[in-house]
């Protein structure tokens, strides 16, 4: 198949949309498809671009692979009205090259939401091609923004929803990453023929149980006997990092307890701001892929946070890789949530945004290895089972190539 993957975020950016649309790509790009991607330089989380990367059009071909890279403008310090700008610069700069493509004739057009301003173009691409539209919901944007206060167009806001709406009914396909998104696809007018569940996946041979202890912890000088509690992701505004700083306050006087926060995002300086000086917090840049296995196996447990107003509106990508390692999770999630319900299989679930019942959650956990251990054995299980690679990937591949046909 011809396949074109539309998509802000991409290759190299080692965490969110970027890591997973950078990994379908590869796939199936050795699995003998011809892939041409239009996407942007890499730049998140840490929203600058990477550096040895230019700010311009340009073009690297691998193979049977071509990604196109397009300007935009990224904010320092992003704020609501200055993302949107930022996912208009991208929308707008891509566009012409997006147009391009109808020469090249395409068998399917798959747009990445966020952000779901590029909707309209790959639409028209695909309709000028005669491929196949198919749109990717990695999180609901729209809701998110509404939910979260970062829209300030409250009295829009049904106008906004149905113009979303309008959108999504053009498309041949809609995917999303849960049941429980899948549902809510529904809900907002989808026809069910059209809905896919696509998950995200985790490569369960690259990131696996350690047998010894990760060397991270040495080079952190974090002493053995200590219960590491770790957070690692993304630093945004949905994440609900307030909560987890707020828990270690509460536990600093428990000096066997150990939090490592690893991540970068728009969040992260007003966090460090905000809870200095906290004795038993660590803080550490983004890590290398190559060191991701090596940091998931330094935590004995793993803290999955979340605003308490996106429940459902996003399936944390980080999961994955948190069930791989074989480390019990600690999830803020409300009981109905699909994070609540894998929490529940291999961890705990607590309520969103309840700094004191997740600072009792650690405490419980950290003193009660036998449990950690069999609740990380749960988790890897589950990992092995529902979210191993090139099982959803063949899937995924197969139910194209089915509706191309």
């Known amino acids: 198949m011809k396949i074109l993957i539309y998509s802000i975020n991409f290759a190299p950016e080692l965490t969110g949309i970027g890591k997973y649309t950078g990994e379908m790509v590869e796939w199936l790009a050795q699995a003998g498809h011809e892939v041409r991607v239009i996407t942007a330089p890499p730049y998140y989380p840490q929203w600058r671009i990477t550096e040895g990367y230019a700010n311009f059009w ?4 691998s193979g049977n692979l071509t990604v196109y890279r397009c ?16 996912l208009a610069s991208f929308a707008l700069s891509s566009f012409p090259v997006l147009l391009w493509q109808a020469h090249w004739r395409p068998d399917a057009v798959i747009v990445i939401e966020p952000p779901l301003m590029c909707a309209p173009g790959a639409w028209l691409l695909a309709r000028l091609s005669r491929a196949k539209a198919w749109l990717h919901v990695q999180d609901f944007e729209v809701d998110a923004a509404f939910e979260l206060g970062m829209l300030p167009l409250q009295r829009l806001r049904n106008t906004i929803l149905n113009i979303e709406q309008w959108l ?8 999303t990453i849960s049941p429980n998104m899948l549902k809510r696809l529904r809900d907002k007018g989808v026809d069910p023929e059209k809905a896919v569940l696509f998950p995200n996946w985790v490569d369960t041979t690259e990131i ?42 509460m536990l600093a006087g428990d000096t ?13 300086g007003r966090l460090q701001q905000q809870y200095p000086g906290l004795p038993n917090v660590v803080w550490l840049p983004l890590q290398p892929a190559q ?21 459902d509106l996003v399936m944390p990508s980080k999961l994955t890789g948190m069930l791989a390692s074989g480390r019990s999770v600690i999830a803020g999630a409300h009981p109905a949530t699909q994070v609540a319900e894998v929490a ?4 705990i679930a607590v309520a969103p945004e309840n700094a004191t019942e997740l600072a009792y959650a650690i405490q419980q956990l950290s003193r009660d290895a036998a449990m950690r251990s069999s609740l990380g054995a749960k988790a890897r299980a589950y990992a092995l089972q529902h979210l191993e690679r090139d099982a959803i990937l063949t899937r995924f591949a197969e139910q194209l190539a089915e509706r191309v046909r």
């Open 58 to 61: 340009g073009r690297a071909l």
């Open 71 to 86: 300007p935009l403008w990224v904010p320092q310090r992003p704020s609501a009205l200055k993302r949107l700008l930022h």
């Open 168 to 175: 999504m009914r053009g498309f041949d396909h809609i995917s």
């Open 208 to 249: 696996f149980p350690q047998d010894g202890p990760s060397p991270l912890r040495a080079e952190l000088g974090i002493s053995p006997h200590k219960t590491v509690v770790l957070y690692s992701g993304n630093m945004g505004e949905k994440q609900g990092l307030e909560t987890v700083l707020q828990a270690a306050g």
């Open 256 to 268: 066997e307890i150990q939090f490592v926060l690893c991540g970068e995002g728009a969040a992260k």
């Open 291 to 311: 060191r991701l296995n090596d940091l998931l196996n330094m935590a004995d447990l793993h803290l999955l946070p979340q605003r308490a107003d996106v429940a």
């Open 344 to 347: 529940r299989q291999c961890g």
